[in-house]
T-cell receptor, first 115, second 115 residues
Framework: GDSVTQMEGPVTLSEEAFLTINCTYTATGYPSLFWYVQYPGEGLQLLLKATKADDKGSNKGFEATYRKETTSFHLEKGSVQVSDSAVYFCALSAYPSGGYNKLIFGAGTRLAVHP | GAVVSQHPSRVICKSGTSVKIECRSLDFQATTMFWYRQFPKQSLMLMATSNEGSKATYEQGVEKDKFLINHASLTLSTLTVTSAHPEDSSFYIC???????????FGQGTRLTVV
């Protein structure tokens, strides 16, 4: 079945460091790919998405490129801030085989950024 | 983005009792709502999908008689954990999607502890 694998955390970085969180997926068909962020005490928020191969999603300095050849959607940011500390989830939408917006999540990666 | 409110944020209940969790879309009509659960250090797992006015569709392995879902209106879905046991202790989170939206918006989640 469809699945998402992302790197285990926690990831601990100093402020202004470069961030990469790896995400790979297995899916039949052509899924859409997402990164969600969960700040402490809050629900998940959509960070960025890409709906087809070679698309690049970007938001708040974060970027991820949909790589069909490597089935990857790695999250990157050039210079992290303390306020980026959160849990990051990679996800795919299994539409059409799984229904529109039926999301399959990775296990989440906790990011801690220190001053 | 749109707002989804989930209540309560935390609940502790005795084994054998039932607990109801509410999920409300505050500023849009949610034709579809999703319920997830998350065990510690694991990913969110989809439990069921509900459409307003119809019976929920449960994922394989989820007991529909134990996890009762009601989506009686376009702004409210409830999840009732019946005869709760300690193994039901988990983080439950809902998401809601409007009719033509491509994004599902998440509630803040409910931490259920059964003692």
């Amino acid at each position: 079945g469809d699945s998402v694998t992302q790197m285990e955390g926690p990831v601990t970085l100093s402020e202004e460091a470069f961030l990469t969180i790896n995400c790979t997926y297995t899916a039949t068909g052509y899924p859409s790919l997402f990164w969600y962020v969960q700040y402490p005490g809050e629900g998940l928020q959509l960070l960025l998405k890409a709906t087809k191969a070679d698309d690049k999603g970007s938001n708040k300095g974060f970027e991820a490129t949909y790589r069909k050849e490597t089935t990857s959607f790695h999250l990157e940011k050039g210079s992290v801030q303390v306020s980026d500390s959160a849990v990051y989830f990679c996800a795919l939408s299994a539409y059409p085989s799984g229904g529109y917006n039926k999301l399959i999540f990775g296990a989440g990666t906790r990011l801690a950024v220190h001053p | 983005g749109a707002v989804v409110s989930q209540h309560p944020s935390r609940v502790i209940c005795k084994s054998g009792t039932s607990v109801k969790i509410e999920c409300r879309s505050l500023d849009f009509q949610a034709t579809t709502m999703f319920w997830y659960r998350q065990f510690p250090k694991q990913s969110l797992m989809l439990m069921a999908t509900s459409n307003e006015g119809s019976k929920a569709t449960y994922e394989q392995g989820v007991e529909k008689d134990k996890f009762l879902i009601n989506h009686a209106s376009l702004t409210l879905s409830t999840l009732t954990v019946t005869s709760a046991h300690p193994e039901d202790s988990s983080f439950y989170i809902c998401s809601a999607m409007g009719d033509r939206d491509t994004e599902a918006f998440f509630g803040q989640g409910t931490r259920l502890t059964v003692v």
